[in-house]
């Protein structure tokens, strides 16, 4: 692994920041395939990965070095738990967006359509809200900034996308991302165990209907 950098992160965490989004999950299972009996969380975000530790366990320079070791080697697989399945989503793109979406990537309706639902993403971290995944792989023809002014109320379900991520809203709420469709999907249910559809490392398929 290269491009990183170890930042403190007040008494309790230490904080990876890396080069790139594409080294955030490789960075993770790296730490976690190797494990530390001090280590409480490991944390993916958009271009770091948090690591929680119990500061009475362990010295934090000797986190830090076990942390650099992890870095430094090649990223095997997180061992521990089965991987996620892959979650299919079947999506109705009727989105209030999507006709803004192809005039500005200059592409038909249908294209954004096929260009969207074909590509392949993968969880790459949880945030916003309960269940809120933001999803990479989007077709880079598709990347386009989140609207300046954020919608009220974004329906629960809303496909949408901004910069370099899909997203699915799991309830309703306030969101600038642009709106290309909806899903019936359940991505939180404080009933079912985990309660996240959408978990970090998921493979994510989108299927139009």
Known sequence: MTGWRLLPYGTGAVLVELAGAENVLPSRDALLSQG??????VVPAARTVLVEFDPDAVAVADLRAWMERCLAAPAPPATGAEPD??????????????????????????????????AEYTVQFCGFAPGFGYLSGLDPALRLPRLASPRPAVPAGSVAIAGEFTGVY???????????????AVLFDLDRRPPALLRPGTAVRLRSV
């Open 170 to 184: 799991p309830r309703s709420s306030p969101g600038g991302w642009l709106l290309l469709g909806r899903t019936d």
């Open 36 to 41: 530390h009996p001090a280590v409480r969380a």
């Open 85 to 118: 399945p892959p979650v299919e989503l079947a999506v109705r793109y009727d989105g209030a967006d999507l006709p803004f979406v192809a005039r500005q990537c200059g592409l038909p309706v249908a294209e954004v359509i096929r260009r969207h639902s074909a």
